[in-house]
């Protein structure tokens, strides 16, 4: 079992949905990253999240600790919004400094 | 624009060559991250540096190596090179590296593409 599981692997919607992404991880940690990539293969981080809540535009992202699970939001999605969004933590088995990288979900919004 | 560049964008070479990456990290960050993405293992972390030490290690091959000069870019540098080895490799750089605690926002290049033939 990967330390860091993200579901849906694939999500295709159309324009004004709202996007709901889960990531569930194994161990204990001390901060989790939602990060996009774009198909040209940049990567963004768009949180960096060790409890609660944060929203940044149309995006939130929570996490519970206690439950070990972290979902990322869009609200009102758009078609710019389709990338692959990877959730990644921080301070489990590998130690403080090593990001361990879910496999990513692929979000497609259509027109 | 994340402040972090990477050099090349794109390199093709052939099995057995050496090949080495740049990284300048975002102005006032101390610690440059490397990771490694294939498309059968996606994003790996291969190893940290903090201020010129090295900090963490992670799934990086003895084949490679990295540094981090006095002016906080950061080279990693690939050997004796596979076909297994063509991926997209990144470089994130935060400003702080410490062992205990988070080490804040990461911010990634646009990573360098390499193609092993």
């Known amino acids: 079992k990967n330390e860091v599981e993200q579901s849906p692997q694939n999500l295709t919607a159309q324009e004004g949905e709202f996007i709901t992404i889960n990531c569930s991880y194994s161990?204990?940690?001390?901060?989790l990253h939602w990060l996009q990539q774009h198909p040209g293969g940049g990567i963004v981080s768009l949180f960096m999240?060790?409890?609660g809540k944060k929203k940044h535009g149309r995006l939130i992202a929570t996490i519970n600790i206690q439950e070990k699970h972290s979902s990322l939001h869009i609200t009102a999605s758009h078609p710019r919004d389709s990338a692959v969004y990877i959730c990644?933590?921080?301070?489990?088995?590998?130690?403080?400094?090593?990001?361990?990288f879910g496999q990513g979900t692929r979000l497609t919004i259509n027109p | 624009d994340s402040g972090v560049t990477q050099t090349p964008k794109h390199l093709i070479t052939a099995t057995g060559q050496r090949v080495t990456l740049r990284c300048s990290p975002r102005?006032?960050?101390?610690?440059v991250y490397w990771y490694q993405q294939s498309l059968d293992q996606g994003l790996q972390f291969l190893i940290q540096?903090?201020?010129?030490?090295?900090?963490a290690k992670g799934n990086i091959l003895e084949r490679f190596s990295a540094q981090q000069f006095p002016d906080l870019h950061s080279e990693l540098n690939l050997s004796s090179l596979e076909l297994g080895d063509s991926a997209l490799y990144f470089c994130?750089?935060?400003?702080?590296?410490?062992?205990?605690?988070?080490?804040?926002?990461?911010?990634f290049g646009e990573g360098s593409r390499l193609t092993v033939l």
């Open positions: 999240l060790s409890s």
């Open positions: 102005s006032g960050d101390l610690s």
């Open positions: 994130a750089s935060s400003v702080r590296g410490t062992i205990l605690g988070n080490t804040g926002e990461l911010f």
């Open positions: 540096y903090y201020n010129g030490e090295e900090r």
């Open positions: 990644a933590v921080r301070g489990g088995l590998e130690g403080a400094q090593k990001l361990v």
């Open positions: 161990v204990g940690i001390s901060a």
